[in-house]
């Protein structure tokens, strides 16, 4: 048995209740669920999700049914519960199992809408994996903790000869780029101090958003060859995404200054963001909008529009045909720890721009929203479109005025989605 043991459960009987509110229990389903979460693709835990969300909406509808595989399994549950029942079984304690950013921000997200609702998320894993046939899942544990070891010796070793090569490279520079133990890349601004009261201060008005500036100066997208922005010096390269992956690159001031003057462009610093797509598989709405070629140039049509407009990544190069695309770095990712007081003046203004360009990014959650300098970007244009589509992920006026927390308005419109997200997959099917 993998892992360490807990004490005895004391269970005298055995009911539905008891059962399932000991925090033993509760514990190790959850990490168990998060076994699950790293089995399968984010696609397909994106549409359990949505059928949890509608069986949470319409509770009277869902008629929960028991489904046994086989005699084997009844067997083995029967046993299991005369087991604990009697008392001569222990409940196994399960490692702690890590996620990627992605799955663990949409774990999060159930968790938080339907009032921590484990055991309903648990049985639709349980159904979909026992129609799929994937029942080995518990010793997947063993293979992910013998992944991650090597992922963290490999990541070490990276790092080390990252480190090496930026520290001959950066010799004459007098600004340092420090990457952080998640892989992720925080610049430090001079300025940060000094502006530091300013960004945190609580009397925003709701006229910022309307009297920001654009900073849209009616230059037109440049297309340039990446060569010349000399991407040799990886900062990072472990971001990888359902239908992409992503690398950064840390260019010279020269190189810098160079593209900024042919640009007519203004960079915040010396980081560069290289966007890989890719094809994912078995996915029947990604083909059916068009697959690798549909994502990117989506997202090249719409960040074209939003050239140089505030929050949104600013395209630097395009390569379609080698399903590649070079925009400016716009920070880390946003989290509860760092929303600014602000927020909901920035967010205006996104929503704001968007409808001045007549685009629907569509896939608005916390993953895909960036912050750096208190400024938040929102980026991942790849199901972007000119009207509501899928994933039918959008914030509008009306949202913001239902509530005055970020996380909740991100939950809002996410649970909204569902319904129509799984209108579309029935019609694919």
Known sequence: MIGEF???LQLNTITRENLFSNENIENNVKNIIRIKFSILPLHILSNI????ILILQNKNAYKPKIIYPNKIIEIQTYFI????????MIIPK?????????KQNLLDLYYRISDNNYLLLNSRLYSYMSKKNINNYIGHVKYLHETNETNETNETNETNETNETNETNETNETNETN???????DIDDNNNSDNESDNNSDNESDNNSDNESDNNSDNEYIEMDDNELNLKTVISNNNKGATSSVKLYKISKETRENFERTKNIVLSDEIVVKKNYTFLPNHKLFEYFGGI???????????????????FPLLLSTNPENNYIIMNYCGKSLNKDNIPNDWKCQIKQIVKTLKKCNIFNND????NLLIKDDIIHLIDFGWASSKNDYLFRNINDEDLNMTNNFIEL????YQRGAKERSKLLKKLK
């Open 293 to 311: 070629k549909g994502q990117i140039e989506r997202e090249i049509n719409a960040l074209k529009k939003l050239y140089n407009y505030k929050h």
């Open 179 to 185: 990457v952080n133990s998640n892989n992720i890349i």
């Open 410 to 413: 991100l939950d809002i419109v």
């Open 81 to 88: 519960r005369m087991c604990l029942k009697e008392n001569c």
């Open 94 to 102: 399960i490692y702690n199992i890590d996620l990627i950013p992605k």
């Open 364 to 367: 608005v959650w916390m993953p």
């Open 49 to 52: 999700i949505d059928n949890c």
């Open 6 to 8: 807990d004490e005895k």
